[in-house]
Nanobody, 127 residues
């Protein structure tokens, strides 16, 4: 069973930046979709950004386009999320996710498609 280990997160003021990182405990040779979801209490888990190990296309939720950048390292099966110009509405628990197969934009709204999750890291943005 692959495990995901996350790092990064923390507290910043509006307009600040943070970087999240996630690495898998072992690399697989299969095609994978890897990325980040976030969740606030009482709300559904929301896809933030996804990257495909076999395709350069990246997928972002509209609310973070132009501010967040996802990067994937195939050799390490790791993914990072650079978050710039953070806003209070970005405050959430962020989870790294991994699934075998190709990414698709629809996957951003389908967290149940992902079979491997990290423990979560908190991001808090104050105004």
């Amino acid at each position: 069973q692959v495990q995901l280990v996350e790092s990064g997160g923390g507290s910043v003021q509006t307009g600040g930046s943070l970087r999240l990182s996630c690495v898998a405990s072992r690399r697989t040779d299969s095609r994978n979709c890897m990325g980040w979801f976030r969740q606030v209490p009482g709300k559904e888990r929301e896809g933030v950004a996804l990257a495909d190990t076999n395709d350069p296309t990246k997928y972002y939720v509209d609310s973070v386009k132009g501010r967040f950048t996802i990067s994937l390292d195939n050799a390490k099966l790791s993914v990072s999320l650079q978050m710039n110009d953070l806003k209070p509405e970005d405050t959430a628990m962020y989870y790294c996710a991994l699934d075998s197969g190709a990414c698709a934009s629809l996957a951003l709204s389908r967290p149940h498609w992902f079979n491997t999750w990290g423990q979560g890291t908190q991001v808090t943005v104050s105004s």
